[in-house]
């Protein structure tokens, strides 16, 4: 039980200095997709930085945020948010998508 | 129904696989059938549990928690077959050759085949949260009965259960002698590739960013997001834009899980067996 509550109190710390260093140089961005659609097709990040995007799905239906060539994919239940982290590349226009929507709930990451 | 129907297999493929494996490495062990049933069991509980609170894990750890989550998991079923492998390696042709003491050893055998059975849970957990939630949504979207969407999950489940029976049947036509090394590499295969993919998740939550740059980029060549990409992901790990971390992770735990294997096997006693029983 110790040994837990060790491993624990170190996994926390771990958390707490990342979010910590997080916070201080990445850049918050903002998503929604309602009717299954995004808010912007075109999301520009900062190109070189850490991107903090906030996704809101306002949808009752739950969403599965991908962008392959960023490795990205996570869950996002109906009526809910999730944070992503991108490390933006140099250069490029990156396709994001709803997995299970990917042909008509899309848009672009536009790294300048 | 056929929207389902995808939905279910697409996420089968992974676990439908690894069930395939696990029997083709039990074959022999008695009560493995009651393991790997309840590994399943298990496993499809877990599912509805995190898809019921999918919000919470997602937004836990400033944001990060279904990377965390993911990660932890992951991390958890590599030491489970790492430790599998390690043990069968002391113990597996005894097993093998049915020479099974009462006991101890029969004791021994079923830690290891809980350690299976909780990988088996495992990847019917991460994929099944999945199914759940995306069924939810097509069941609240209306537009499909659910008669229709439990058929097609259904016929999905039979097709994944389908791809189980086919990677076991084919493991069980190499013969005897060699299924042990066969299932052994598997195994470490497997555990490497969830090393590495356990990686991932770590740096997507930020947790680490040493190495992060992009070792190559074969997706014009074969897309990990592909049908044959998807079970070269799930059999060896394959990656088609890994980072340079995710590789040296992955060559790590192969490395060290192979050096463990073999440092731990008792060559002369294993020799002793044959004698004793040929």
């Known amino acids: 039980m110790m040994k837990i509550n060790l491993f624990s109190a170190v996994i926390l710390a771990a958390i707490g200095t990342v979010s910590a260093a997080q916070a201080e140089d990445a850049v918050a961005l903002s998503l929604s997709v309602k009717n299954h659609v995004f808010s912007s ?69 536009i790294v300048e | 129904m056929i929207a389902a129907l995808i939905i279910v297999f697409r996420e089968m493929i992974e676990a439908g696989l690894i069930v395939g494996i696990v029997m083709a490495v039990t074959r022999g062990v008695p009560g493995r059938g009651r393991w790997i049933v309840g590994g399943l069991c298990g496993g499809l509980a877990g599912a509805v549990l995190i898809a019921a609170f999918t919000d919470v894990i997602s937004n836990a ?20 077959l790492a430790w599998h492998n390690i043990w069968m390696a002391r113990h597996g042709r005894d097993m093998a050759q049915e020479l099974k003491g009462v006991g101890e050893e029969v004791r021994d055998g079923h830690r290891s085949l809980l350690a299976l059975a ?11 949260a999945e199914v759940v939630l ?47 090394s066969v299932t052994t590499g598997l195994i470490t295969f497997l555990a490497a590739g969830m090393a590495a993919q356990s990686t991932l998740f770590l740096e997507h939550a930020g947790l680490v960013s040493v190495l992060d740059a992009q070792a190559w980029d074969t997706s014009a060549i074969l897309s990990d997001t592909s049908l044959t990409g998807r079970v070269l992901h799930t059999l060896i ?37 044959k004698a004793a029983t040929a």
């Open chain 1, 41 to 109: 097709t075109e999301v520009k990040l900062p190109a070189g930085k850490i991107v903090l995007l906030t996704v809101s799905n306002e949808d009752p239906t739950s969403i599965e945020f991908e962008s392959k060539p960023l490795k990205i994919e996570k869950v996002i239940a109906g009526h809910s948010s999730a944070v992503i982290r991108i490390k933006v590349p140099a250069s490029g226009k990156i396709l994001f998508v709803d997995e299970p929507r990917e042909d008509k709930t899309l848009g672009y990451f």
């Open chain 2, 61 to 80: 750890l400033s944001g990060m928690g279904q990377e965390v989550f993911n990660a932890a998991v992951l991390g958890f079923a590599v030491i489970m």
């Open chain 2, 118 to 128: 909780v990988v088996v849970g495992v990847a019917v957990l991460r994929e099944g």
């Open chain 2, 134 to 180: 995306f069924l939810y949504g097509v069941m609240i979207q209306g537009g499909e009965t659910v008669t229709s969407m439990v058929i097609g999950s259904l016929a999905g489940v039979a097709l994944g259960g389908g791809v189980s029976t086919l990677t076991y049947l084919g493991l069980a036509k190499i013969p005897p002698r060699l299924l042990f």
């Open chain 2, 237 to 273: 790990g394959y990656n088609d834009g890994p980072t340079i971390l995710q590789v040296c992770v992955y060559l790590v735990v192969l490395g060290g899980i192979f050096t463990l294997t073999r440092l731990l096997r008792p060559a002369p006693r294993a020799a002793q067996l």
